[in-house]
Nanobody, 115 residues
Framework: QVQLVESGGGLVQPGGSLRLSCVASGDTLEYYTVAWFRQAPGKEREGVSC???????HYRDSVKGRFTISRDNAKNTGYLQMNSLKPEDTAVYYC?????????WGQGTQVTVSS
């Protein structure tokens, strides 16, 4: 059973940066697609970015140019570097690993962007 542990969330001022980490245990990360989702209060969960094992990253339009997804297979860890953060980025961020038919979710980490 794969388990995911996220970290790196917190309170940051507008324009600031955070790097989220997602450490996987129980299986090897390199064969999975790594994805990040977020859910703001009162809103549905939405996809932010994803990275397949041998493909270019994909981003939702609102974070293009500001967020960067990456993976370190040797460390079994996925990352989401978030720069130029905006108040509308405030949400609980979740990482997800999937390789059909399996998918695994982390517990979420809170990101709050506020002055």
């Amino acid at each position: 059973q794969v388990q995911l542990v996220e970290s790196g969330g917190g309170l940051v001022q507008p324009g600031g940066s955070l790097r989220l980490s997602c450490v996987a245990s129980g299986d090897t990360l390199e064969y999975y697609t790594v994805a990040w989702f977020r859910q703001a209060p009162g809103k549905e969960r939405e996809g932010v970015s994803c990275l397949k094992p041998d493909d270019r990253p994909h981003y939702r339009d609102s974070v293009k140019g500001r967020f960067t997804i990456s993976r370190d297979n040797a460390k079994n860890t996925g990352y989401l570097q978030m720069n130029s953060l905006k108040p509308e980025d405030t949400a609980v961020y979740y990482c997800k690993l999937f390789q059909a038919p399996h998918e695994y979710w982390g517990q979420g980490t809170q990101v709050t962007v506020s002055s």
